[in-house]
Every structure is written in structure tokens, then in C-alpha cells.
């Protein structure tokens, strides 16, 4: 990549996870114990980058979640209206990178400042390690001005995905992400960032201090209704469905979820399919058609995860929709 005789300024948010993990005294990895500072020494991109560094957490990336969502993108948006920074790197746990990436991507204006997220699949001290060179690509791609306006980014193994389409497809081999049926929106290399497609998005939302108990309810083969009542009768404010194909579920969930829908409960049905959309194709019982007949909202191309997430997000910004559908469309990137 090539950089001006001025520096880009690039803001690296520490959060712990495996790229910020010592050794442990029984051979297992401590997560999160290294600083940010001590990860960027070993990138090569001193006199390259002018870094601003902060560790805002030391955490496996299982312990992140809501309350730590907002503090990042609250942090974020400060970054952005300072003016001082020219991108945004976030190193990231893998496990729930792609839920912190998400809801980012829900409520940060990229349009001036780029916003990167990346981890690693192997500890720094491990052989073969990505940890340092995931880090640098991802300072890279921040400082790049073709990652302005593209959402939240994931860089991770030469490859550049958007958060709204990211996800972790392997526990341990450093192709650790992917964006099954859609691809990554560029790549990173010797050249710098290619990008390949522009990738769509759905309206930004605000950034709530507190979201409302959003649950999963998984869909398979013989899934017992008792456990979709279990779930829904124990206070969620919603619940995404992670339904069969095109949205489908077992018939005896229907009067289930039914029941739930008249007490209030919001219910979400998106595809348990690694990628498309779901679609009132079929009359059956069960089927995606007689759940939107009794009130719930089909949600395409989402993961339950992503659902689960931009769920809250719209429910928490209240009637600022003329209906809920209106916060998972698709268009060109705007703000609420």
C-alpha cells in the first residue's frame, strides 16, 4: 500500500481474545492478557501509521456482549467526531467477532472513518501464528480510503468481508471466515485493498444503552414444541426464529408461537441456511406463510445471530419505524 508523506491515523481498540493471548502455566492460552500496544510492536508498521492505542477490554470474546457493544461504539463514535482519526481497528476474541462486528455495522456511520474488525485463530506465540499479520492488513485496510463507506469490515486471512454477511465457518484453520454464498467484498495483498463488490445495507439504527432480551429458538428435525413454549413463556421481548429452509417449522410450533404472538412477543423467522431468503412458498402447516398470517416478521438474509441482534436495535429505537419491517430492508446505505 502506499502512504502520503502524512501518516494515516488509525485508533486500534484493544478487546483481548486469542490475538491477545499469553501462554498459560498448564500449556493452555491465557485470553486477552496481552495490551494492544505490545500487538502492534510486532506488525512492522512503525513510521508507517500514526496509532492511537486503547485497550478498552482484556476478554475472551465469550464474555462480550450488549453492555460491552455499546461502550465500543459509543468509544467509536467519539473516535469519528473528533476528527483526529482516520480509521478504526477493533481486535477481537473469534467466537463472537461477528456479532460485535454486526451490531457495529448497525450503528456506525463509516462513511469518513473506516471501521475494521479482526482476531486470530492461532495465540501470538504459537507457530505459524495469524495473529500479527491479520493485525497489520486490517491497519492497513483502515488507513485505505476505498474502505470508506462499506460498513463495518471484517479483515481476516488476506480476505475482507462485510459484517452483515460475515461469519465464523471453522473452530481452529486460519481461513477462520467466510460469507457463504456471498464472498469476501475485497482482498488484502502486497498491492493493498482490491475491492471486488459494494456490499448492501440496512438503515443504521441508534446506539441504545440497554437492548431488550432478544433469545434464538433453533429449528431441526423433531424439535418438541415444549421447548419453543419453555423459551417463550420465560419473558423474552422477542424471539428469532432459526427456521427450516425457506422459514419453515414444525407444525406443533405453530399454535406455540401463535400464543406467544398474541401475549406481545415479537417473533422473527429467518433461514438456518448458510445463505438466501426465506419466502412464503408453501401452505403446509408449518410453513413460513401461516406464521406471517398470525404476525411475524420473515427476515432475509440474516443469520439468528444477526437477526437476534438487529432485532433489539430496532425494537429498542422504539416507533421510529412506520413498521418493523422497515429496519430490515435492504437499500443503499442511510441513517436513521
Known amino acids: ?14 478487546t483481548g481474545g486469542t ?10 492460552a491465557v485470553a486477552g492478557a496481552l495490551a494492544g500496544e505490545e500487538l502492534l510492536a510486532c506488525t512492522g508498521l512503525e513510521g508507517r501509521i500514526d496509532a492511537l492505542v486503547e485497550s478498552v477490554f482484556q476478554k475472551a470474546s465469550n464474555a462480550i456482549g450488549p453492555q460491552e457493544w455499546f461502550i465500543l461504539a459509543a468509544k467509536c463514535g467519539q473516535l469519528m467526531d473528533s476528527g483526529a482519526i482516520d480509521g478504526i481497528v ?3 476474541g473469534t467466537d463472537t467477532l461477528e456479532d460485535t462486528a454486526y451490531y457495529l455495522h448497525c450503528v456506525l456511520d463509516t462513511a469518513r472513518v473506516p471501521v475494521v474488525v479482526t482476531g486470530s485463530q492461532r495465540v501470538p506465540h504459537a507457530m505459524g501464528s495469524d495473529a500479527y499479520a491479520n493485525l497489520r492488513q486490517a491497519m492497513e485496510l483502515a488507513a485505505s480510503n476505498e474502505a470508506r463507506g462499506l460498513g463495518v469490515l471484517v479483515a481476516f486471512n488476506q480476505s475482507v468481508f462485510s459484517a452483515g454477511f460475515v461469519r465464523k465457518v471453522s473452530s481452529f484453520q486460519l481461513h477462520g471466515f467466510d460469507a457463504p454464498g456471498w464472498g469476501p467484498a475485497g482482498l488484502l ?12 445495507h440496512q438503515v443504521l439504527l441508534p446506539n441504545p444503552a440497554q437492548l431488550p432480551r432478544v433469545d434464538i ?13 419453555a423459551v417463550l413463556q420465560s419473558g423474552p421481548t422477542a424471539v428469532a426464529v432459526d427456521a427450516l429452509g ?3 417449522v414444525p407444525p406443533a410450533w405453530v399454535p406455540v408461537l401463535q400464543e406467544a404472538m398474541a401475549r406481545g412477543v415479537v417473533i422473527a423467522v429467518c433461514s438456518s441456511t448458510l445463505h438466501g431468503a426465506v419466502h412464503e412458498s408453501y401452505e403446509y402447516p408449518g410453513a413460513l406463510h401461516e406464521l406471517v398470517q398470525a404476525g411475524a416478521l420473515a427476515v432475509s438474509h440474516l443469520s ?16 421510529q419505524f412506520s413498521s418493523l419491517a422497515d429496519a430490515f430492508s435492504w437499500q443503499a446505505l442511510r441513517k436513521l
Open 1 to 14: 500500500m502506499v502512504f502520503s508523506s502524512q501518516l494515516k491515523r488509525i485508533a486500534l481498540l484493544s
Open 19 to 28: 490475538i491477545a493471548s499469553v501462554p498459560g502455566n498448564d500449556g493452555r
Open 90 to 92: 477493533i481486535t477481537h
Open 189 to 200: 495483498d502486497e498491492s493493498g485493498f482490491q475491492l471486488l463488490q459494494r456490499p448492501r
Open 217 to 229: 429458538l433453533p429449528v431441526y428435525g423433531g424439535a418438541d414444541a415444549a421447548m419453543a413454549r
Open 246 to 248: 425457506r422459514g419453515q
Open 304 to 319: 439468528a445471530r444477526k437477526t437476534r441482534i438487529r432485532l433489539g436495535l430496532a425494537l429498542a429505537a422504539g416507533n
